[in-house]
């Protein structure tokens, strides 16, 4: 796609620059979320937690359960969409300042004095509280999108979403995870500020949280000052419905054939990588610093920003699936190179440290994915946009943003869960001379009963206790590398038998993707 006339796209370009600075803020606490696995798997949770844990991303894939209300219940002289987005993003701002200490001492509790080691169910509550919070916000910009931008922009709102969404994500995560290293701290930040070493970070969860805070307070009181909610006619709501109506209306685009069709292909378009949330907590898990993981990011930040403008570009009108089978093969492909690098990360480390061409070679391939990341997901979003229908307001495209987010979240708490029951670790010390194996001669079933039971490094309470007793918990079976296996061969499945039907859906007429309004009016 190129856009040849710069007049359309000054005309918006107050409103492109302010539906990025929504999607920003929108990104920090789910990525400040994001950070969480990382220090927990520093702190060796066992991957059923992790999995626990992942229930925390989930409201953005739940919220349709509430958008309805969002969208048909507001003040008219306040405006559709201010009428939720200034009240919570105050909630948002009290929120994340209230819970900041208690959040921080569960964790450092956690690290330093052992209590509570299972707070893993409360700090997801916390978690899953917050990114409520930001789902909610993300409804409200979502609706705001479709009226805010002219008719002839309207393919920004995806490029909007993808840009403000990165940086508030380098931010919520990777500069946090930076920052919050207290070995970074001391070689890099203290010594040029004239500070003495410290075993923490030069700032820590708790002041994080609280500085963002107060940014969302801030900033939300600008917006309820200054920034006035006005549509362009020719994308303005045409319709307004009440509660009952906009839950009878996302039953009706539910149920549409074409919808059903989409749904069954995002979900096992999206089997093939619920693998690679494993690789990098594999890696921190063999000893690789988490804050140096995160660090990686930062060079890979300017590229992540250029990606959604650069290959928005290329993203036909008619035809946005064009390219996305090269895409989704290098990406599956991609995954078996991160699983045979995990696999020989070791040979890079000396000592305690890892070599310069390890952590060079991670950003190679980092870059790589982030490529064919948004080469997937910017025309999914453009798809997205582009069949929404503009009489229902945000509604339609919540829809199916939730059902993109819902296709991936529960496949990758699956595989998270499903990674911790196929995993078998068991306790070793150094006079152990008898330990079970796999018996050639027995069933499968048998053999998997014997490796179970052998599975005393489940929890963390049990790695902590086998190291207690002088002991080192050995794996037996490595489900990571098991799962990446048959995560390539279905992507390859997916690709010659699959593909298919996205390509099919994308020449289906505009009239597939609507509903009969009149039949949603109640009298």
């Not at 804050?291 to 290329?314: D, H, R, Y």
Request: net charge positive.
């Amino acid at each position: 796609m190129t856009r040849t006339n710069d007049k359309p796209f000054k005309k918006d370009l107050n409103n492109i620059i302010f539906l990025m600075f929504l999607y920003f803020l929108q990104a920090i606490p789910l990525g400040l979320t994001g950070s969480l696995p990382y220090i927990l798997s520093s702190h060796k949770v066992s991957y059923a937690d992790q999995g626990t844990f992942s229930f925390a991303f989930w409201p953005f894939s739940l919220k349709l359960l509430w958008a309805p209300l969002i969208d048909s219940v507001f003040f008219e002289k306040f405006g559709k969409r201010k009428s939720w987005l200034v009240p919570i993003q105050y909630i948002l701002g009290f929120y994340m300042i209230y819970y900041s200490s208690i959040i921080n001492q569960l964790i450092e509790n956690d690290r330093y004095e052992n209590k509570n080691p299972n707070n893993i169910y409360l700090i997801t509550c916390i978690f899953f509280a917050m990114s409520f919070l930001a789902a909610t916000q993300d409804i409200v910009v979502d609706g705001w999108a479709l009226t805010i931008l002219s008719k002839e922009n309207m393919s920004w709102s995806s490029t909007c979403e993808s840009t403000g969404g990165t940086l508030g994500w380098f931010v919520g995560n990777v500069f946090f995870l930076v920052i919050e290293s207290a070995e970074f701290s001391n070689i890099y930040i203290r010594p040029f500020l004239g500070l003495e070493s410290q075993n923490f970070g030069i700032v820590t969860l708790e002041t994080f949280m609280k500085f963002f805070g107060y940014v969302f307070l801030i900033t939300t009181t600008l917006v309820l000052f200054f920034k006035k909610e006005e549509s362009n006619q020719d994308n303005a709501d045409t319709q307004n419905y009440s509660l009952v109506e906009t839950y009878k209306l996302v039953f009706k685009i539910a149920t549409l054939p074409s919808i059903l069709k989409l749904i069954i292909v995002l979900f096992s378009m999206r089997i093939a990588f619920s693998i690679e949330p494993l690789s990098f907590l594999k890696l921190i898990e063999s000893g690789v610093p988490r804050e140096k993981l995160g660090f990686l990011a930062v060079p890979l930040t300017p590229l992540q920003i250029i990606l959604p403008f650069t290959i928005s570009k290329f993203v036909s009108h008619t035809k946005p699936f064009q390219h996305i089978g090269k895409a989704y093969f290098v990406r599956i492909v991609l995954s078996l190179m991160f699983a045979c690098w995990v696999y020989i990360s070791p040979v890079f480390k000396f000592g305690e440290t890892y070599s310069g061409y390890f952590y060079l070679i991670c950003v190679v391939l980092q870059a790589i994915h982030s490529t064919v990341l948004y080469s997937l997901h910017i025309p999914i979003m453009y798809f997205f946009t582009k069949i929404s229908d503009k009489n229902i307001g945000g509604t339609y495209l919540t829809f199916l943003n939730t059902v993109s987010n819902l296709t991936r979240s529960s496949i990758n708490t699956a595989s998270l869960f499903l990674a911790s029951f196929l995993s078998v670790k068991y306790c070793t010390h150094s006079n152990d001379t008898n330990l079970n194996a796999i018996n050639l001669n027995s069933s499968f079933v048998q053999n998997l009963y014997t490796l179970k039971k052998q599975n005393d490094c489940y929890s963390k309470e049990d790695i902590q206790n086998c190291i207690a007793s002088g002991g080192k918990c050995e794996s037996i079976v490595d489900a990571y590398y098991i799962q990446t296996l048959v995560c390539f061969m279905f992507g390859l499945a997916w690709l010659i038998w699959l593909k298919k039907y996205l390509i099919h859906l994308q020449k289906l007429p505009e009239s597939s993707w609507k509903i009969q309004l009149n039949k949603i009016k109640l009298n």
